[in-house]
């Protein structure tokens, strides 16, 4: 399938690593010009790298911004003033109880996960109008709509980006622009790995029989029964962006690996 990728522009946040590198790399191979973020220079470049050791053809450059305050989403339309493809990756996560989530950490989360789309999406979506073409994709979680009782403060913020994205795309109807949310499950990224040892060091097993344990406890309706690849996100997430997926609009999609027990 042609997803007309090429010729436009795309953004990823949050893309020196796991679900983010996975769609840079997905949407340089359909011929667009991708820009990767991270927060130091030395993660873009070797992003970078990575992208074009795979593909030498691939249009790619990088813009290093840390989203933990206004100033990160500053930096990134000052030197990249328009988008055709925004894709709000990054987030952070940390497991830890309710009762111990202080102000500051809620705050962080949501400045982090939330607003971070918020701002760069205010500052694109006019050009985007103004072409009458653009994607507006925020990476939510099956969290959205399963909150993990050990990290709230996360489920909140991805259950705000659906409902950011869904509001976008009320506020454009009938233009060429959509606005849609992915609900990604349980996927092994750099940051799951990282948790993935932790836990095994600390429960002294192996980190196949940690992963065994967490779909058997924490995540039992778990369809796969594994974690997905971020290629497997990825490849949703790059279909929504192309020019076929037109009348996908408002939408949270689900690449859960069925952990999510619905049918809609």
């Not at 950011?164 to 799951?192: D, F, Q």
């Not at 060091?201 to 980190?207: A, P």
């Not at 029964?225 to 009348?247: C, I, N, Q």
Request: net charge negative.
């Amino acid at each position: 399938m042609d997803l007309k990728l090429g010729g436009k522009t795309a953004l990823v946040t949050g893309s020196t690593a796991g679900i983010g590198l996975g769609i840079a790399r997905a949407l340089a191979r359909e011929g667009a010009h991708v820009y990767v973020n991270g927060r130091t220079q030395e993660r873009v470049d070797a992003a970078l790298v990575a992208i074009r050791s795979e593909n030498s053809a691939a249009k790619v450059d990088g813009i290093a911004a840390d989203f933990s305050s206004s100033e990160g989403a500053g930096k990134v339309v000052a030197a990249l003033s328009a988008v055709d493809v925004l894709v709000n990756n990054v987030g952070i996560f940390d497991v830890k109880s309710f009762g111990e989530i202080d102000d500051a950490e809620w705050h962080r989360f949501f400045e982090v996960n939330v607003m971070s789309g918020v701002r760069l999406s205010r500052h694109y979506l006019p050009g985007m109008l103004k072409k009458d073409w653009g994607r507006i994709i925020f990476i939510s979680s099956e969290s959205a709509v399963q909150i993990p009782v050990e990290m709230v403060h996360y489920g909140m913020t991805k259950t705000a980006q659906v409902a950011i994205a869904r509001g976008i795309a009320e506020s454009v109807a009938g233009t060429g622009v959509t606005a849609n949310s992915i609900l990604a499950g349980p996927t092994a990224s750099e940051g799951v790995g990282k948790f993935l040892e932790s836990m095994a060091g600390q429960q002294r097993k192996s980190k196949s029989e940690v992963e065994e344990e967490f779909f058997e406890h924490a995540r039992p309706s778990s369809l796969l029964k594994r974690f997905a690849t971020v290629d497997e996100v990825a490849a949703l997430v790059t279909y929504v962006a192309g020019e076929p997926s037109s009348a996908t609009n408002g939408a949270a999609l689900r690449v859960d690996g069925g952990v999510v027990r619905a049918i809609l």
